[in-house]
């Protein structure tokens, strides 16, 4: 299987008035092409810390992240918003659609923003994957929550990521539009060969990952299924 982002040896301090806070212990994680991983722990246990370490959002205190096998931790800020651009999708809570875009709108501001050509065989075929061809021309606010969240995975797939972050994608969903979006997710994952590393509270989720962390005061462990 090939590896798409790795984490070797990664740990992360904060300073607390004059103490040291090591918010993530030394740390070792791989997420390969075509897997969904599930990555579970209680609040305040270092999940947050962990995802923003994998997409470039901080700087490890010591180790390293590679994706794709090139060192991303260790580039500057400029080319790790390139690389995140270019590589990395987002599916958050919220779905992080732009209020004042239409859903294909949201789509095309990736070709806006590199200069490059809409590939509108590709939107429809997301379109009617994910069935949200139908609302294309709404405005998020016009868009039921399931909706919001497929078009969220839409945008987040249309520029073709390595890898994709889904931060308690389901939260603000009833159970049942929960599993729909999760199913999603996984089929996504490995219809287009992405790994997708997915942070949920929702155990009932899980059974749709193919592997399962769960991480308590700072320290990543595989759970054994």
């Known amino acids: 299987m090939k590896a798409i982002?790795?984490?070797?040896?990664?740990t992360k301090d904060f300073l607390q008035n004059d103490n040291v806070i090591r918010a993530l212990k030394e740390t070792n994680f791989t997420a390969y092409e075509s897997e969904l991983v599930g990555i579970i722990g209680p609040s305040g246990s270092g999940k947050s810390t962990f995802l923003t370490i994998l997409g470039g959002l901080q700087k490890p205190t010591t180790?390293?992240?590679?994706?794709n096998g090139e060192p991303f931790s260790e580039l500057d800020i400029k080319e790790k918003s390139k690389i995140r651009l270019q590589n990395i999708g987002f599916i958050l809570q919220a779905s992080n659609l732009i209020p004042f875009l239409t859903i294909k709108e949201q789509m095309i501001l990736y070709n806006k923003i590199t200069k490059t050509k809409v590939n509108q065989s590709w939107i429809n075929d997301l379109f009617s994957e994910l069935d949200v061809e139908k609302l294309k021309n709404k405005y998020p606010n016009q868009l039921s929550g399931g909706e919001r969240q497929r078009s969220a995975i839409a945008k987040a797939l249309y520029h073709k990521p390595s890898v994709i972050?889904?931060?308690?994608?389901?939260?603000?969903?009833?159970?049942?539009?929960?599993?729909?979006?999760?199913?999603?997710?996984?089929?996504?994952?490995?219809e287009q060969k992405k790994a997708t590393i997915m942070v949920t509270h929702d155990e009932r989720l899980l059974e749709?990952?193919?592997?399962?962390?769960?991480?308590?005061?700072?320290v990543l462990n595989e759970r054994v299924r």
């Open 5 to 10: 982002i790795e984490m070797i040896g990664v």
């Open 63 to 67: 180790g390293k992240v590679f994706l």
């Open 208 to 218: 749709f990952c193919d592997r399962v962390y769960e991480i308590v005061d700072g």
């Open 165 to 190: 972050f889904a931060d308690e994608p389901t939260a603000s969903l009833d159970t049942k539009r929960a599993f729909e979006v999760v199913k999603l997710i996984a089929k996504e994952t490995k």
